[in-house]
């Protein structure tokens, strides 16, 4: 589900949400990251950002405390990747295999991240950024 966003009382985000956006319409862009340190703002910007490219999409989630997933002891990530991929599919009893990264890669998707420390999350979530469908 593509949720609508409401960003017209955020003061000084106009500008930021326009320059990432100009970005995602960029062919060529499969990751953009927001860096900076906390309390600034970053997942604000990334759900307007969201909530106003998703419809765009075949396939849209936002993944929210990557960090905090990590750090649990049993499997935090494994169950977020779980989430993920039954969201973006549609199906809560999917499995996730080789078959499901095949039908992931054939469909135009939105996923954003929020809180990751270290790249290997991302790839452990979806595998190969490159492996995704032109224009997610």
Not at 10 to 20: A, C, D, F, T
């Amino acid at each position: 589900m593509c949720p609508s966003g409401n960003n017209q009382d955020l003061v000084g985000i106009y500008s930021r949400i326009k320059q990432i956006e100009s970005l995602l319409r960029r062919e060529d862009v499969r990751i953009v990251g927001i860096w900076g340190i906390g309390g600034i703002g970053k997942t604000t910007l990334a759900e307007v950002v969201y909530y106003d490219i998703c419809r765009d999409f075949e396939g849209s989630c936002f993944v929210h405390s990557i960090r905090e997933a990590s750090a649990e002891q049993s499997n935090g990530l494994s169950r977020l990747r779980q989430g993920l991929v039954s969201t973006l599919l549609g199906d809560e009893n999917v499995y996730v295999g080789t078959f499901t990264k095949r039908r992931l890669g054939r469909k135009k998707l939105v996923i954003i991240f929020d809180d990751v420390t270290d790249f290997r999350q991302v790839e452990f979530l979806i595998g190969d950024p490159d492996c995704l469908s032109s224009g997610s």
